[in-house]
């Protein structure tokens, strides 16, 4: 079903003739679908997945069992089993139940001989009570894994501006070979037509060597176009590859739409400067990005503020007698377990320190983010002055284009009366071939300048 898409993609909308028409929409389509970069993209997204499942790790329940026995010169000094499950949760509260069974006749005083049952938790009441480790972890794996999104567009976006440079080159190149073609067919009938004028004494015989060395130009001309277009359709194939992770080379009877159809394209397009520069500003996938990662620093300097604090650690456990469910007095009267355990160290070297790296951190990606941001800007006004340029030049040139056609077709009619050269013609038709393709030249460098544009914003994918 996959390579129908595509092969619908690929012979595009219609066909013309025998050939098929690569349009730039499904040209887009293709390299969004089944482009290498565009899938290990989509790969840095599933390992990020597996980070967030990772660090979920550290919140499961965990069972376990300590089974110990201990027999010297014939005495039984201890048996013990203890089942125990454990349950850490957010709030950094580990809420833990077991029982213990310890049996023998020369045990440590502190322990209970028989069967105990207990449940009870372990709370943080200094360091580790607004964060630690295992929360940091998890917090900074979910913003990895939206870093991994907005770094998916920004990869899209640098792809899908070189893939479409290249098919524009490729649009450009077909046009330009048209054009060099279309002057060789007529220079090729004028060589027949100048020898039956010179054959019927009309024309003198040198203009036959005139006209031939006009169509011997342009022949060669045609050749050298004739080969940047088959190189431009193999760089072009650089983007066209097929659900299975094949590449497929562009077909020869795979061609262009006309360019000039394409400036309907244009309207699909945000092509204003200030509502570019705020979608940039507020959904660049390189700005996010560096947002996201800032935010991740600072989660890493939230848990470095966890060592500049004292480490102290309540321990609580209700305790159950040889199965018995009564529990005499309050919760701290009888039938209890408690511990209290405090830590600080007393210069706090390693605490300040980290704390202060973190937060070093968080200045640097801050001004990295503010320095990335000026360059977007900058890159999207570049991109926009470009683009009201050719604008501009496009206007001009094609007057000038319609101008020299002109020109031509008055020399033609000059010398048709016997006013005129071929020489003159031939000069006349090199400069309106030449006003042609700067003309298509100038058309295609517009369509990629609106890619680029869109791409700067980070809007193309």
Do not use: C
């Not at 097929?242 to 009877?253: E, G």
């Amino acid at each position: 079903m996959k390579n129908k898409v595509f092969l619908f993609l690929l012979l595009a909308q219609f066909s013309f003739g025998q050939s098929k028409i690569l349009h730039p929409e499904s040209y887009l389509q293709i390299v969004r679908t089944y482009h290498p970069i565009a899938k290990q993209a989509g790969i840095a997204i599933q390992k990020s997945e597996a980070q967030i499942l990772q660090a979920r790790g550290a919140f499961d329940p965990i069972l376990s069992h300590y089974s110990g026995q201990k027999t010297l010169d014939g005495k039984n000094y201890y048996i013990t089993q203890n089942p125990e499950l454990s349950i850490p949760t957010w709030y950094g509260i580990e809420l833990s139940a077991g029982s213990q069974n310890i049996l023998g006749n020369r045990t440590d005083p502190s322990q209970t001989l028989g069967q105990t049952q207990y449940y009870g938790l372990k709370v943080p009441l200094g360091k580790n009570l607004i964060i630690d480790k295992r929360r940091a972890a998890l917090q900074q794996a979910k913003l990895m894994n939206k870093m991994a999104f907005e770094n998916q567009r920004s990869m899209l976006n640098e792809l899908l501006m070189d893939a479409m440079d290249a098919y524009w080159s490729w649009v450009k190149s077909y046009r330009v070979l048209q054009i060099v073609q279309k002057n060789r067919d007529i220079a090729t009938r004028r060589v027949d037509f100048v020898k039956r004028m010179v054959e019927l004494g009309e024309r003198p015989a040198v203009d036959t060597l005139e006209a031939l060395t006009q169509q011997q130009s342009f022949e060669n001309a045609y050749q050298a176009k004739s080969l940047e277009f088959d190189n431009a359709g193999l760089d072009l194939s650089v983007y066209l590859w097929q659900a299975n992770n094949t590449p497929v080379m562009l077909a020869k009877d795979v061609l262009p739409g006309e360019l000039d159809q394409a400036f309907g394209l244009m309207a699909q397009f945000d092509l204003q400067l200030p509502s570019l520069l705020e979608k940039a500003n507020s959904n660049h996938p390189e700005l996010n990005a560096y947002q996201f990662k800032i935010d991740a620093l600072n989660v890493e300097k939230k848990l470095k503020f966890q060592g500049l604090l004292p480490k102290l650690d309540l321990s609580y456990q209700r305790l159950n007698q040889d199965g018995s469910t009564k529990n005499s007095g309050s919760w701290l009267d009888n039938n209890f377990y408690y511990g209290l355990s405090f830590e600080m160290p007393l210069r706090l070297s390693q605490g300040r320190a980290e704390y202060q790296q973190a937060k070093l951190k968080v200045q640097e990606e801050s001004l990295n983010q503010s320095q990335k941001k000026q360059q977007i800007e900058v890159k999207i006004g570049r991109y926009f002055n470009q683009f009201e340029s050719l604008r501009k030049q496009i206007e001009v040139q094609e007057k000038a284009s319609a101008n020299y056609n002109a020109l031509v077709k008055a020399e033609e009619s000059r010398f048709a009366q016997g006013e005129s050269s071929l020489f003159l013609i031939n000069s006349r038709e090199s400069k309106a071939m030449e006003a042609a393709e700067k003309l298509t030249d100038l058309k295609a460098y517009l369509f990629k300048t609106i890619y680029a544009l869109q791409a700067s914003a980070g809007v193309l994918m």
